[in-house]
């Protein structure tokens, strides 16, 4: 579209204070200039849209999620076990063909996009759907990869995932690599991922200490998950010895480029490393996390640890809906004491950096991409940051990459 002012009573920049009767120009699909409305009109010459009853801020990144899973909602009863759910899922998945995956994720992008988000880490099963899912999101298509069984072939699997993910062409589209968990992702596909990574830049991400039952298995070679990977002929050699997450430390190169989604069951042992790692990102998913029942996620912990944490929706498998917004509340209701604009940086500048996209993404600046929301908001401008957290329901205006976005 054509260069365009987008006027609001506040403006959230991310990056300093609350600007009361704010502006934001933009100049093709970047930001050119941040401010008071009357300052940024007088050095700017465009149309001038008024989101008047609103507060402006940077579209919102989800770090960790299955859109693969959108079709799932409501569909799957709390289970026993983690290990039992993991048996319902892959029993849904059999019955999966690429249009379905391809359904479930344009749905989700959707949904999504109704709640704010403009940027969204999805861990798909069928990297092939990436080149014919809607282009509606801001989104790194991370293939998930799983070498389990017997005789898989872990460069094999990454090989193929890479090949499809190669033929996407959308600028808003990034590539990256998943192999799910310590459990299920054999030393080799770790590694091979991470010297392709790191040729390719692509983002890297998987999942980590999610359950008491990962802990189980690796610590002390027993429980649930443990006998259900040796029924399907994983070698268990490497279980009795160390915790996941010391395990995922050990595999990961370049650990600070890795997403680490859950580390729900960390030990003292795990702190201990942590605080001799380089600045690690970790995504947490609240209502997921309380449908399983996990441990108390150790944020303070992990914060006072130099922790990046970012919140992530997980899937609509665990999760009601794909609003980051209401994830936040959820986070609060437990923590109290963080404000909002902490909670905000979840979703914004921290999960930029996890990205490695904290110079495009998760501002309102000059030089930064103009992903941007609009959220209902009558009140002060100090308030801002709790009534955008407070907000439920769809929001009022999505842009991205400049362009105004259909809010359904």
């Not at 589209?173 to 192999?179: E, K, M, Q, S």
């Not at 990102?281 to 449908?291: K, N």
Request: proline share 4%; aromatic share 8%; hydrophobic share 40%.
């Amino acid at each position: 579209m054509s260069d365009v002012i987008l006027r609001a009573p506040v403006v959230l920049t991310m990056a300093g204070g609350p600007i009361e009767d704010g502006a934001v120009a933009i100049r093709g699909e970047r930001i050119a200039d941040v401010g008071r409305f009357r300052e940024v009109r007088a050095r700017n010459t465009a149309e001038v849209i008024d989101l008047g009853g609103s507060v402006l801020l940077p579209g919102l990144i989800n770090t960790h999620c299955h859109l693969d899973y959108t079709m799932l909602r409501g569909r799957i009863a709390r289970q026993p076990s983690f290990t039992d759910w993991i048996r319902t899922i892959n029993s849904h998945k059999a019955g999966f063909s690429t249009d379905d995956y391809i359904a479930a994720i344009d749905a989700g992008f959707r949904e999504a996009r109704r709640f704010g988000t403009t940027t969204i880490l999805n861990l798909t099963a069928c990297p092939q759907a990436a080149t014919r899912a809607a282009d509606v999101l801001r989104t790194f298509w991370c293939a998930e990869l799983i070498d389990v069984r017997p005789n898989s072939d872990p460069h094999e699997i990454t090989d193929a995932a890479c090949d499809a993910l190669a033929h996407l062409a959308s600028p808003l589209a990034g590539r990256g690599l998943a192999p799910h968990a310590p459990y299920t992702a054999s030393a080799e596909l770790y590694r091979h991922v991470g010297r392709i990574a790191s040729h390719e830049d692509f983002v890297r991400t998987t999942h980590v200490a999610e359950s008491f039952e990962e802990l189980q298995m690796f610590r002390h070679a027993s429980g649930a998950l443990y006998d259900f990977l040796a029924e399907l002929g994983r070698d268990m050699s490497d279980c009795g010895n160390e915790t996941a997450f010391a395990r995922l430390l050990r595999l990961c190169s370049d650990k600070s480029r890795w997403i680490f989604a859950h580390a729900n069951e960390l030990t003292d042992d795990d702190f201990q490393l942590l605080r001799r790692a380089d600045p690690l990102h970790i995504v947490h998913c609240p209502r997921s996390h309380g449908y399983f029942r996990h441990t108390r996620f150790a944020y303070e912990r992990l914060r006072d640890a130099g922790v990046n944490v970012c919140i992530g929706t997980d899937s609509l498998a665990s999760a009601p809906d794909l609003s980051l917004l209401a994830e936040l509340r959820i986070f609060a209701r437990e923590r109290p004491h963080v404000s909002a604009r902490e909670l905000l940086e979840m979703v914004t500048t921290n999960a930029a950096a996890a990205l490695r996209r904290q110079g495009e993404l998760g501002r309102l600046l000059p030089g930064y991409l103009a992903d941007i929301v609009a959220v209902p908001f009558q009140g002060k401008p100090l308030e801002a940051y709790e009534g955008v957290v407070a907000h439920e329901g769809a929001i009022s205006f999505v842009m991205l990459n400049g362009e105004p976005q259909q809010v359904q």
